[in-house]
């Protein structure tokens, strides 16, 4: 059993940045892809960024803006966002899974618990 903690997520104007974490409790971290999914009011779970050994993957929605990183040695997945829009208001998951990425949340077995992002406008 993997646990996932997210962290960061908060009121923010538009244009302005956050920065979410999300700490594994898994030991073998580094083998595991991890996966930043994202669902707003009435929306479906929808894919944000993911970073695996096979590389780093964003949706159309936030590239150039978002961007996906890990530090193995403290087992934690992180989410810089910049220039954030009242559209990308919503409940941000991290999720993982072994092996390579996967845009589908389907594909996750564990996930956080989420944290609130809103952004105003």
């Known amino acids: 059993q993997v646990q996932l903690v997210e962290s960061g997520g908060g009121l923010v104007q538009a244009g302005g940045s956050l920065r979410l974490s999300c700490a594994a409790s898994?030991?073998?971290?580094?083998?595991?892809?991890m996966g930043w999914f994202r669902q707003g009011p009435g929306k479906e779970r929808e894919f944000v960024a993911n970073?695996?050994?096979?590389?780093?993957y964003y949706a159309n929605s936030v590239k150039g803006r978002f961007t996906i990183s890990r530090d193995n040695a403290e087992n934690t997945v992180y989410l810089q966002m910049n220039n954030l829009k009242p559209e990308d208001t919503a409940v941000y998951y991290c999720?993982?899974?072994?092996?390579?990425?996967?845009?589908?949340?389907?594909?996750?077995?564990?996930w956080g618990q989420g944290t609130q992002v809103t952004v105003s406008s």
């Open positions: 970073i695996g050994w096979n590389g780093v």
């Open positions: 999720a993982t899974r072994p092996g390579t990425t996967s845009d589908w949340p389907k594909d996750y077995k564990y």
């Open positions: 898994e030991r073998s971290f580094s083998n595991y892809a």
